[in-house]
């Protein structure tokens, strides 16, 4: 027979056992908070670790911070350290999440610069103390004040030969250093030896991530939106973690002083997949112009100061359409106005048979054509959510105008997908040849209406095993470059117009 204390302690056990097998389980979902926090309370340590942060917050504070209650203190500061020759830049890397790898905690955390490894806190109990004491590594900074410390010493270290190393865990640009950065031809070189251009890095793809890459080195061409988001004060008013995660993002692609000639995109991923609910997620393909879309709408939604409030994200990719609707039987016509971040182009539909030499035929459409679906003219008929006879006419056309070839359609078997070639320019393009009814200028004023191409998305492969890569442009010598994950390397303008356009993105010129 089992006593009553030990019935309760099976009853504990199990209890436990549960907890444990939930922490697991949120783990590999990448639900780091909620794990966290059943762990702290499955272990009965959650007191501790506050204490430590409250004793790391009155470490931190420079000035006169109250330890304790009774006393208080400031903390040295000295220009010579003994251990500042231990640094390792090679092992640095801040693209990853600032989580302790002991305690998963957020809170308060430092980088070890000897090892690369990220602790929580600086006071005698905290993770870092710890490590600085068994494996000898004495110099950390803090991710978010970037103070440099020496462990276990506990003395602030002031010394410009680590300013390097700021300047890579938190980027900045000047509003003339933005200016200049399409006219910038210099290379930059990373620890290694290796040679990159800024701006033209390529992204780790971390599992299944690649439509994200192709998306954010074709919007880091937009030069209003990567200006904007190059000066973090133009957002500071945002509370969106999305936003500063694209900001951040986009300072350490165009950064010309990084340690390594390649970004990951691991914090933003992570910032993506709390915003879109787990739509967009790692280890999961998904479709770069469903991303795009979610994306650019989900950033506008969080810059706006007000309702109707416009962001810089409209400023670039907004134009407008006429819509007329015709229903059958009704000879009353519905005239509405809508906005548009994107066009969809309707490529015909590929030859179900086989020339003589028994190979499918690739069939080829100008872009012309596409574009005739938005002349105002030509009658799209659509079966949702009612029969009707559609006519588009593009009223105002944004200074970048973004292009989707609908190549991928679903049946009730599998996804097919049209491999259909698209003849596009790729300068000078008129989109007043291409669309006739766009409205003309007042009298006495100029309008330009010729676009350059500076962002081609192609898919290449089977529906459902293929992947993306990106060609871009590279303003300040008219190159191009072919982009897909850490693949970078210069191509020939010819090559861009011969691969599977899926998205695009055109330029309107300066007058």
């Known amino acids: 027979m089992k006593t009553e204390r030990e019935v309760t302690n099976g009853g504990v056990e199990e209890e436990r056992a549960v907890k444990r097998k939930r922490v697991v389980e949120r783990s590999n979902d990448h639900d780091v908070e909620e794990a966290e926090n059943e762990q702290k309370k499955d272990n009965g340590v959650a007191k501790v670790e506050k204490k430590v942060e409250l004793d790391d917050k009155e470490d931190d504070d420079a000035d006169a911070s109250k330890l304790r209650g009774k006393h208080s203190r400031r903390v040295e500061v000295r220009r010579d350290c003994p251990y500042l020759d231990t640094v390792n830049r090679q092992v640095l890397d801040f693209d990853f999440e600032r989580f302790c790898s002991v305690s998963l905690s957020n809170l308060n955390v430092y980088a070890c610069l000897v090892c690369g490894k990220y602790f929580q806190g600086r006071s005698q ?15 950390y900074i803090n991710l978010l004040t970037e103070k440099v410390y020496c462990l276990p010493d506990s003395y602030e270290i002031n010394d410009p030969s680590l300013d390097d190393i700021r300047h890579v865990l938190n980027p900045r640009f000047s509003r003339a250093q933005v200016e200049e950065l399409d006219r910038n031809k210099q290379w930059s070189r990373a620890l290694d030896g290796s040679d990159y251009l800024p701006g033209m890095v390529g992204l780790n793809n971390i599992q299944k991530t690649e439509f994200v890459n192709v998306t954010i080195q074709s919007l880091m061409r937009v030069t209003p939106l990567r200006n904007f988001f190059l000066i973090p004060e133009n957002y500071q008013h945002c509370k969106s973690t999305l936003v500063h995660r694209f900001g951040e993002l986009t300072r350490k692609i165009w950064h010309a002083r990084n340690f390594k000639g390649q970004v ?10 709390k915003a879109s609910k787990k739509r967009f997620r790692i280890g999961q393909q998904s479709d770069p112009v469903e991303f795009m ?36 039987g009704n000879e009353n016509k519905e005239i509405s106005r809508m906005p548009f971040l994107m066009l969809g182009l309707d490529l015909p539909p590929p030859p179900l048979f086989k020339d003589v030499m028994e190979k499918n035929i690739i069939p080829q459409v100008a872009l012309f054509d596409l574009l005739k679906k938005f002349d105002g003219e030509t009658v799209t008929e659509v079966v949702r959510p009612r029969l009707a006879r559609m006519r588009y006419r593009v009223t105002r056309s944004p200074p970048y105008l973004m292009f989707h070839m609908v190549r991928f359609k679903k049946n009730n078997f599998f996804k097919e997908k049209n491999p259909t070639l698209v003849n596009f320019p790729v300068k000078d393009m008129e989109l007043r040849d291409y669309i006739p009814s766009l409205p003309t200028a007042a009298e006495g004023e100029k309008t330009c209406t010729k676009y350059n191409l500076i962002a081609n998305i192609v898919h290449d492969g089977k529906p459902e095993d293929g992947y993306f890569r990106v060609f871009v442009q590279r303003k300040s010598q008219e190159l191009w470059y072919e982009m897909q994950d850490l693949h970078v390397a210069e191509t020939l303008p010819q090559m861009v117009e011969l691969s599977e356009a899926y998205m695009q993105i055109y330029e309107l010129q300066e007058e």
């Open 125 to 139: 109990k905290s993770h870092a103390y710890t490590h600085s004491l068994e494996a000898g590594h004495h110099v």
């Open 264 to 273: 990951s995109p691991h914090e933003f991923l992570q910032a993506v997949m």
């Open 293 to 328: 879309s979610w994306l650019l709408n989900t950033l506008h939604m969080d810059l706006r100061t007000s309702k109707d409030a416009s962001s810089i994200i409209h400023q670039c990719f907004q134009g407008e359409l006429e819509v007329v609707r015709e229903y059958q």
